[in-house]
């Protein structure tokens, strides 16, 4: 049990357009989800906590402009990277958690390349 | 601000051996301390999780330890195996800290056969 899906695994985008990422819990009501950003060789730094249907906490120094989160449901959050550029090119990663909110299950990932 | 750092950045071992992965973290008051796996370009699983009032944790062949007041927490991998070629992260959470993980850089491990 506890599965997170993160959809697209990969994806390729050109400069200027926008690319949206889902992180769904496939068997368990996810009252808050988490979004990381990891770059190669380095940690996972938070990025936005989200709770199901009210507007994301974002951390210091992340645009909330450009990185849109939305927690519509109990089971689906989206991370919408805004006009990306090759700077935003990293290995997002999304959590989730329900009852036990000191338990957090993690998507695979999502590689993202803006060329 | 809390920083958690892992020792060594990279270890490469022989198979059957055992080790030891070291986290330190700056705060102490912690709610609780992770140990997670990533394998490469995938996302993190959940290898152990220690509660502040615990000093450690099994689960196989692995068992973490935390001693809270030195800001400290090791991994030990008996019997190494290939298969156990990862990078290993340990993360913290603070008191009523609506459960926001600090991870460490983690460390790179490769067991060779």
């Known amino acids: 049990g506890a599965v997170v899906s993160q959809h697209p695994s990969w994806v390729i985008c050109k400069s200027g357009t926008s690319v949206k990422i889902e992180c769904r819990s496939l068997?368990?009501?996810?009252?808050?989800m988490f979004w990381y950003r990891q770059f190669p060789k380095q940690s996972l730094m938070l990025m936005a906590t989200?709770?199901?249907?009210?507007?994301?906490?974002?951390e210091q120094g992340v645009e909330k402009d450009k990185f849109l989160i939305n927690h519509a449901s109990l089971t689906l959050s989206t991370l919408t990277v805004t006009s990306a550029h090759p700077e935003d090119s990293s290995f997002y990663i999304c959590s989730a958690s329900g009852d036990y909110p000191e338990i957090q299950y993690f998507g695979a990932g999502t590689r993202l390349s803006v060329l | 601000k809390q920083e958690v750092t892992q020792i060594p950045a990279a270890l490469s071992v022989p198979e059957g051996e055992n080790l030891v992965l070291n986290c330190s973290f700056t705060?102490?008051?912690?709610?609780?301390l992770q140990w997670f796996r990533q394998d490469p370009g995938k996302g993190l699983t959940s290898l152990l999780l220690i509660q502040s009032s615990q000093r450690e944790q099994t689960s196989g062949r692995l068992n973490a330890s935390l001693d809270k007041s030195s800001g400290r927490s090791t991994l030990y991998i008996a019997a190494s195996q290939p298969g156990d070629s990862a990078t290993y992260l340990c993360?913290?959470?603070?008191?009523?800290?609506?459960?926001?993980?600090?991870f460490g850089t983690g460390t790179q491990l490769k067991v060779e056969l």
């Open positions: 068997d368990f009501q996810a009252t808050t």
């Open positions: 705060d102490s008051a912690i709610y609780n």
């Open positions: 993360a913290v959470c603070p008191p009523g800290g609506g459960n926001k993980l600090t």
């Open positions: 989200s709770n199901e249907g009210s507007k994301a906490t974002y």
